[in-house]
């Protein structure tokens, strides 16, 4: 009987783990720039993530390729704007809260195939809009009457917009490149990005703390190369969108352990993490749900929710 559920389960057990470590890492990241610099901690983060990608798929250095490594490097730059932002808005006197990080950073769930729509000047899916209607008023709900909107919550807004647009350039891809290549190189730019940061305004040795070293393996090795592996594997077993609606779950368990680790439940921001969340299932369900011919593909990010885009070629019979 373990054996058959496992059978049955074991995918779905180890994306909801996945999700389960993304969204704890709010938190980790959270208390581990209050002992540790921003730039210095994302800097190590993604270096020990490149390690263990590596180790993982070693392969990813034979197949590097010009085409490979100027995508690549794009991408890197692209997802280095994202992460710095949204560490910045959890960093210092004008930080947003883990829970708050965790959904407004799941907007580009909704607002990358609205971008795509507009890029390519074709008219959005219903998903999107339905989806994004929602979410926008979940949004409103959670920084509106009874909350507080600071500038920590701006810069997390951005990241979605720069996660948006790092998302929709792996789409332009078009089964052109090299995803393992591609991903391998984007953490090690996120890395030089934020190494060389830390080197000209931080000016700080190797952390030395224990919590911020649990951190920095917990983000790089598990949130980074060990899920990478993880989505790799189940999407040789599950359908792209299932795997998708599953990992959505990250923005839940980000706001669940936010708000846990602070002891304070905000009616306001409960309730329009709640709404916001709805919005995103109602955004991955219906795509997940679109007739062939829309042909929906989920894009994966290095870390993160993959988020629906449209295919440029119409699905093979």
Known sequence: MPREILRRYGVQAALLGVAIVWGWSFVAVADAIVRYPMYAFLGWRFALASVAFVLFFPRALTRLSAANVKFGLIAGALLSAGYI???WGLDGAIKTTPARAAFITGLYVIMTPALQAVWLRKRPRSSTVVGGVIAVIGLGIMGGVGSTWVLGDTLVVLCAVAFT????FLGSGNGQIDVGVVTLLQL???????GVASAVKEHVGLPTDGGVIWALVITGVLASAMAF???????QKL????????LVMETAFGGL???AAA???PPAEVAGACVMFVGLMVAELMAARAPAAEHVLFESGVEGMPAPVSGSEPPSS
């Not at 090690?188 to 934020?194: E, F, G, I, M, P």
């Open 165 to 168: 647009l790092h998302m929709t």
């Open 239 to 246: 359908p792209p969108s299932r795997v998708a609606v599953i």
């Open 257 to 259: 352990f936010g708000w």
């Open 229 to 235: 592996a993880v989505q790799t594997w189940a999407q």
């Open 263 to 265: 002891g304070k439940w």
């Open 85 to 87: 932002l949204q560490t």
């Open 188 to 194: 090690l730019t996120v890395s030089a990005t934020c």
